[in-house]
């Protein structure tokens, strides 16, 4: 089992930046495809960046980048998002997520979630 924990979601203004955090806990390793997805009210999940734990490879959805940045600190066990330049369109429940079947952006394919932090951008 592996155990996810986000933080850092908030309020912010467009054009403004915040930066998410995930804990992971539990059996973590290198075989994990790592990512960050994202929900709107009334949308479906959807991917926005990945990166593989054992690498430094890192993938993001067109509508983020240039703007967003993965990145991971294999000693903390941690996975961050740098949003910067926001937009409203932005605004969604984010999740962190872990696949053991290698980098997919397919919701069924991630064997855990944490529980998601809320990001709002105002016009």
């Known amino acids: 089992q592996v155990q996810l924990v986000e933080s850092g979601g908030g309020s912010v203004q467009a054009g403004g930046s915040l930066r998410l955090s995930c804990v992971a806990s539990?059996?973590?390793?290198?075989?994990?495809?790592m990512a960050w997805f994202r929900q709107a009210p009334g949308k479906e999940r959807q991917f926005v960046a990945g990166?593989?734990?054992?690498?430094?490879?890192?993938f993001y959805a067109d509508s983020v980048k240039g703007r967003f940045t993965i990145s991971r600190d294999n000693v903390k066990n941690t996975m961050y998002l740098q949003m910067n330049s926001l937009k409203p369109e932005d605004t969604a429940l984010y999740y962190c997520?872990?696949?053991?079947?290698?980098?997919?952006?397919?919701?069924?394919?991630?064997?855990?979630w944490g529980q998601g932090t809320q990001v709002t951008v105002s016009s």
């Open positions: 990166v593989l734990w054992s690498s430094s490879s890192t």
């Open positions: 997520a872990a696949s053991e079947s290698g980098h997919s952006r397919a919701v069924l394919l991630y064997n855990y």
């Open positions: 539990g059996r973590t390793g290198s075989r994990y495809f």
